[in-house]
């Protein structure tokens, strides 16, 4: 009389197979994201309706039809063997944008400067602001993946990187740094009102040093923050900025399918980690889901490495 239950042997064969699929599985899905999506960048184009109208023709633009393009970039993360990363973002002069911002974490090598003034290139000959983040500072250290996906604020290393010769470097072709400063400038014609804050995720910002209301004169306020998160998103919006522009999140960095954001590794929610959306009904967030990752984490899953075009039109 045969038995009704598998043999030991038949449950061991098969506890193998799911274990080696389970294995196969997962070596492909990382090969996938470290080989593939990891270097598969990508353009995002957002409109952004908040100039009063009669703007783009008083700034010499024509009508409403030729916006302010705006170019938001943002954790390179950059090494010296970025060859290919460094080649897409200086292509990207190509779009001839009025003002080019870029929100930090640019750094993971004390060698990688260089790298980044190549990448930048051309971009640095434009109109330009800019806050870092705390990988322009400290270089990155090795973690467990895993605890990027719990949401656990990670410590920075204390290995300092050159980011005084680099900031010095951005300086010196003539694009601002807005840390805890207050920045009235032209850009294609628009009168741009700008404030930025030191990277809050590890409390380095001091927004009481650039607190109050933009300049009513200008035609866009624009607030600049390394991580979004949400104290300095309200003192912006209290004060009236039209947007706040961050990075920091990598847009969730491993995510499901149509980039839904597992983690946001700030305060913001999920679905905010990355692109554009209104934090009150007067001022609006755009998050860049940046182009790089941490030399010890270095895959992206259903969420392509970008930069942003933002075409800030006026309002209806």
């Not at 030191?198 to 607190?211: C, Q, V």
Request: proline content about 8%.
């Amino acid at each position: 009389m045969s038995s009704r239950f598998p043999s030991p042997a038949r449950i061991a064969r098969g506890a193998a197979v799911a274990v080696g699929s389970a294995a196969a599985l997962g070596l492909t899905t990382f090969l996938y994201a470290n080989q593939v999506e990891l270097r598969a960048f990508r353009l995002k184009r957002v409109t952004l309706p908040v100039l009063e109208p009669g703007t783009l023709a008083r700034a010499g633009r024509g009508d409403s039809g030729n916006p302010l393009r705006i170019l938001h970039v943002s954790d390179f993360h950059m090494l010296p063997k970025h060859k290919r990363k460094q080649r897409w973002v200086a292509a990207l002069d190509a779009l001839n944008p009025d003002l080019v911002i870029n929100t930090g974490d640019n750094l993971s090598s004390d060698k990688a400067v260089p790298n980044v003034l190549a990448a930048l290139g051309p971009l640095l000959n434009r109109p330009g602001a800019f806050v870092f983040g705390t990988n322009d500072y400290f270089a990155p250290r090795p973690v467990n993946p895993l605890k990027y996906l719990s949401g656990k604020k990670r410590k920075p290393s204390r290995v300092e990187l050159p980011w005084r010769g680099m900031r010095a470097a951005f300086i010196e072709r003539g694009w601002q740094d807005a840390t805890h400063a207050r920045l009235e400038f032209v850009a294609g014609g628009v009168k741009i009102a700008m404030a930025g804050v030191d990277d809050p995720h590890h409390e380095l910002d001091d927004y009481s040093l650039i607190a109050g209301a933009p300049n009513p004169d200008a035609d866009l306020a624009i607030g600049l923050s390394h991580s979004p998160e949400p104290h300095v998103l309200d003192a912006f919006a209290e004060d009236g900025y039209n947007l706040v522009m961050s990075g920091h999140t990598h847009g969730g960095q491993v995510c499901l399918p149509f980039d839904r954001a597992i983690v946001t590794n700030c305060g913001i929610d999920r679905s905010r980690a990355s692109g554009l959306s209104r934090w009150t009904e007067k001022t609006w967030l755009h998050v860049s889901n940046g182009l790089g990752t941490s030399p010890y984490a270095p895959v992206r899953l259903f969420c392509r490495p970008s930069a942003t075009l933002i075409e800030v039109t006026e309002r209806v």
